[in-house]
């Protein structure tokens, strides 16, 4: 079973400033089947990125996805104060869908 | 337009049954696979389970196993997650989301707006 560990739990940062979100596997996952979700206080889920680095329909540049095997990242490259939220990556193979713990991007 | 919408909060005891739902609309129902996902108080998101509304293909987490069941009606376009046996830890945010239509697409592009499930005596 894969797991997903995100890093760091709580990111406080100002607006204007870049943000870095890890995503670690425990074991090698295909790029096509990692993705990344934003959560904002009392909505759902909202998809980001889909393959590791492909923007979802209507997402900003301003987010961005990299990463292979077992590190994934999500930067968001000037924070806006819509941005402050919490942020998922999630895998789906073999009939198993795993989301990572979460990482809060706070104002700092 | 694509859109999944939930059943209404609920408010039960614990032993009680529950079925909540999801109606999708927008596209080709049959297509898609839909899957359930918890959200517990201040925590993060667990998946459930999976169903292919065209045949009622359904996959559990080994953590859910035996604990809900999922289900569709193609007719209604709605698949649901219902309990035999509510528990007071089953209190929580359950979430519908569709995955992408072609196999080599593991995400999940749309997402229902939440049904809250409270378990208290």
């Known amino acids: 079973e894969i797991v997903l560990t995100q890093s760091p739990g709580t990111l406080s940062l100002s607006p204007g400033e870049r943000a870095t979100l890890s995503c670690r596997a425990s074991?090698?996952?295909?790029?096509?089947?990692l993705a990344w979700y934003q959560q904002k206080r009392g909505q759902a889920p909202r998809l980001l990125l889909y393959?590791?680095?492909n923007r979802a329909t209507g997402i900003p540049d301003k987010f961005s996805g990299s990463g292979s095997e077992t590190d994934f990242t999500l930067t968001i490259s000037r924070l806006e104060p819509e941005d402050f939220a919490v942020y998922y990556c999630?895998?789906?193979?073999?009939?198993?869908?795993?989301f990572g713990g979460g990482t809060k991007v706070e104002t700092k | 337009e694509v859109q999944l919408v939930q059943s209404g909060a609920e408010v039960k005891k614990p032993g009680e049954s529950l079925k909540i739902s999801c109606k999708g609309s927008?596209?080709?129902?049959?297509?898609?696979?839909i899957a359930w996902v918890r959200q517990m108080p201040g925590k993060g998101l667990e998946w459930m389970g999976i169903?292919?509304?065209?045949?009622?293909?359904?996959r559990y987490s080994p953590s859910f196993q035996g604990q809900v069941t999922i289900s569709a009606d193609k007719p209604i376009s709605t698949t649901f997650l219902q309990w035999s046996s509510l528990k007071a830890s089953d209190t929580a945010i359950y979430y519908c989301?569709?995955?992408?239509?072609?196999?080599?697409?593991?995400?999940?592009?749309?997402w229902g707006q939440g049904t809250l499930v409270t378990v208290s005596s």
């Open positions: 989301a569709r995955r992408g239509f072609y196999s080599s697409q593991r995400h999940f592009d749309y």
């Open positions: 927008g596209y080709t129902f049959t297509n898609y696979w």
């Open positions: 169903i292919y509304p065209g045949d009622s293909d359904t």
């Open positions: 074991q090698s996952v295909s790029i096509n089947y």
């Open positions: 393959g590791a680095s």
């Open positions: 999630q895998h789906y193979d073999n009939s198993r869908l795993t």
